[in-house]
């Protein structure tokens, strides 16, 4: 089990807690003006950045309450928590968007 620190409740098991998805994705402005292929790329469409990642969770059995996590999606470390209209904690470590390439094993054809 992993331990994840709710702003308000403090250390708490994981089970507690329900994944929001990305966080910081910005309702769009004109949303009347959107068509359904922006409507579709507004709801459904996330980044999948291997590494560092800010992410929305709810304390679903505790307070209730939404907060902002930086988590490392390759392994799982925790590395800030903020609350919900905060800007996210400048790192020591960069956060990387770009997708990680991956070689061929020795001996593979490409």
Known sequence: ????????CGPRNETEFHYGGQAHV????????????EWAEYLFYREN????FAERWVHSTGCRQWFN??????SYDVKAVYRMGEQPP???????????????????KS
Do not use: W
């Open 49 to 52: 950045t291997k590494g560092i």
């Open 26 to 37: 910005p309702y769009p402005e004109h949303p009347d003006q959107l068509t359904d292929r």
């Open 69 to 74: 996590m930086l988590r490392d999606t390759v």
């Open 90 to 108: 400048a790192l020591a470590e960069p956060v990387s968007n770009q997708p990680t390439s991956i070689s061929a094993p020795e001996g593979a």
């Open 1 to 8: 089990m992993l331990l994840f620190t709710c702003p308000n």
